[in-house]
T-cell receptor, first 111, second 114 residues
Framework: TQLLEQSPQFLSIQEGENLTVYCNSS?????LQWYRQEPGEGPVLLVT?????EVKKLKRLTFQFGDARKDSSLHITAAQPGDTGLYLC???????????FGKGTTLSVSS | SQTIHQWPATLVQPVGSPLSLECTVE??????LYWYRQAAGRGLQLLFY??????ISSEVPQNLSASRPQDRQFILSSKKLLLSDSGFYLC?????????????FGPGTRLTVT
């Protein structure tokens, strides 16, 4: 069974701090995606990483795909209150018919 | 551009009553469509997916069913709701069955069964 484990589960920080959240699996994924979800809304796709070792940047957010394509990380520099939300990683199942989601990291950034 | 709609946004239903949630996609053809349930702001559980009209695959045995009467319409139903059916229901779409396999989500329906 393919599983994605995210850590930490909860993270509460002050504005301006840096943070990293992790998404790990014992399975290889052809690609991984990161989503952000705000309360009462649907998840919004942030990025897709496809190649082992790939690094993508989205303003203050840096995403990395592990060399073996089993893990990924999301680093936020100088966090702002607008970064608050639930961050979900997801990867395609082996059949290629659906996404497997991690349970998410809830981030709270206070000013 | 593509958009996805879900309604209603919020629903409160008594135990034993029927359910119908609707999802429609605009701006694309032959999308793959998905229904997810999310409990208490945590990860998403895939309920159903569809790769075409009338084609439904169920991931989890449950009190719910899904139908796809039109190319861009996906409906989640139940004949008799249970308390455990409460949750946040999300519809999503994607294109193709290969590649990065990105999914795009609707705004969700908050269902409370009383």
């Amino acid at each position: 069974t393919q599983l994605l484990e995210q850590s930490p589960q909860f993270l509460s920080i002050q504005e301006g701090e840096n943070l990293t959240v992790y998404c790990n699996s014992s399975s290889v994924f052809s690609s991984l995606q990161w989503y952000r979800q705000e309360p009462g809304e649907g998840p919004v796709l942030l990025v897709t990483v496809v190649t082992g070792g790939e690094v993508k940047k989205l303003k203050r957010l840096t995403f990395q795909f592990g060399d073996a394509r089993k893990d990924s990380s999301l680093h936020i520099t100088a966090a702002q209150p607008g970064d608050t939300g639930l961050y979900l990683c997801a990867g395609s199942n082996q059949a290629g018919t659906a996404l497997i989601f991690g349970k998410g990291t809830t981030l709270s950034v206070s000013s | 551009s593509q958009t996805i709609h879900q309604w209603p946004a919020t629903l409160v239903q008594p135990v034993g009553s029927p359910l119908s949630l609707e999802c429609t996609v605009e701006g694309t053809s032959n999308p793959n469509l998905y229904w997810y349930r999310q409990a208490a702001g945590r990860g998403l559980q895939l309920l159903f997916y569809s790769v075409g009209i009338g084609q439904i695959s169920s991931e989890v045995p449950q009190n719910l069913s899904a139908s796809r009467p039109q190319d861009r319409q996906f409906i989640l139903s139940s004949k008799k709701l249970l308390l455990s059916d409460s949750g946040f229901y999300l519809c999503a779409w994607s294109i193709g069955l290969a590649g990065p396999y990105e999914q795009y989500f609707g705004p969700g329906t908050r269902l409370t069964v009383t």
